[in-house]
Structures are given as C-alpha cells and as structure tokens.
C-alpha cells in the first residue's frame, strides 16, 4: 500500500478490534469497543496536527506551552456508521465540532448516493477528519471527500476501522493526497460490497438493526 495509507498496528487496537469481528459480540460491546478502538486510533489520526506555542502561566512560573495550532477541528461520520466512531473521538476532542454526510450505497450499482449534508459554514481552513468504520468499494468515501474539499479545508484525514485494498485502490485514485487512517487491511470485497473477513455490516452491530 502506498505512504498515504497507514495502518495502526498497536497490538490493544488490534486486540479489540478481533472482538469487534466475532459474530458473537453483542451490540453492546460492539458499541463500547467502537467508542474504545476510535480512542486509541486518534493519537495516530492526529499525531502530526500543528502546534503553536501559547504563554501560560503555571503554579510555579510562565512558560511558552504547545496548543494545538488554528480553529476548532471538525469530525465528519459517514452516516450511519460513521457515527459508531463519533463518541471515541469526542471523548479526546470535547469541542471539536461535528459535521454529518449521509451518503448510502445503492445496492444494485453500489454507487453512493447523497442525502444529507449538515456543516458548519466555516469548515475553510479547519482539520477534517472523516470517519466511517468500513472502507469498502471506496466510492462513499471518494464521494464525502469531493465535498468536504469544495469548503476549502486546511486538511482532511480518513479515518476507518477496518479497509479493503480495493476500496484504498479506489480512495487514493481519486485522492492521493488524503491520509488513510485503518486498524486493518482484509483480503477482498465479496460481490454484495461486503469486506471479507470482515466484521459484517458495521450499522447494523453498532444500531442492533440485524
Ligand atoms: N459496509 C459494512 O458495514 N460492512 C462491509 O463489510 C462493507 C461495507
């Protein structure tokens, strides 16, 4: 896989997502460890987010300290999925603020298909992350980013749980330029769009629509 793609190795990421794959997994648990695996995957999503310095004052002295560098970032799910990941990472960022795209996948052409999109008017010059737990066909994700770039954003990562090489074949086709950030990398997509192995439709074990 190329540079752009990043794959987050830490073996407890690793450990919980294999709990998230087993069929046995309740909805429940599913959807703390979502929250848990979203936690943990935002160090590396973040790792090389500006910082500027800022004069603070501690109990002892003044010093120059880190802050994070410009406006609030944004966190974009891929609804509805994408919204399994929202509570993890706002748990790490409190204010950041949080844009939705509803975009579904047609079943018989597997195209995406917009219907909802909610954001702030300000999202130019803000740190996107986009987020949806399964990169597929790719064809959502092409399609959140087409938009989110026409704001004229300062950066835009992606963020998923779990990739398959022909949806990160598609994604850094249409965007080479855009970081993809995934706990795993499967074999292949089966003929429904589905990720073999897996962990089944992530909606449905995150919501209980089974
Ligand atoms: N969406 C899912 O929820 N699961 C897949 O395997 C593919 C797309």
Do not use: W
Not at 135 to 147: F, I, K
Not at 172 to 186: E, F, G, K
């Amino acid at each position: 896989m190329s540079l752009n793609f990043h794959l987050i190795r830490h073996p407890v990421v690793q450990h919980k997502l294999t709990l998230m794959r087993q069929k046995g997994t309740s909805v429940t648990e599913f959807r703390a460890l979502a929250r848990e695996v979203a936690m943990l995957m935002s160090y590396e999503v973040t790792r090389n987010l500006p910082l500027t310095r800022k004069k603070i004052m501690t109990p002892m002295e003044s010093m120059s300290a880190p802050v994070l560098k410009g406006e609030k970032m944004v966190l974009v799910p891929i609804l509805r999925a994408g919204m399994g990941l929202l509570d993890g990472m706002l748990s790490i960022f409190p204010s950041a603020r949080v844009a939705h795209i509803g975009i579904y996948r047609d079943h018989r052409t597997l195209e995406p298909v917009e219907y909802y999109f909610k954001a702030s008017k300000t999202l130019k010059g803000r740190d996107l992350i986009l987020m949806d737990p399964m990169l597929a066909t790719g064809n959502s994700a092409v399609a959140a980013t087409d938009r989110l770039k026409g704001a004229k954003p300062r950066s835009i990562r992606f963020m998923c749980l779990v990739a398959a090489p022909e949806g990160v074949r598609c994604f850094q086709r249409h965007h080479p330029d855009i970081p993809v950030y995934a706990a795993a990398l499967d074999r292949k997509l089966n003929s429904h769009g589905y990720i073999l192995p897996g962990l089944g439709d992530a909606g449905d074990r995150i919501f209980g629509t089974i």
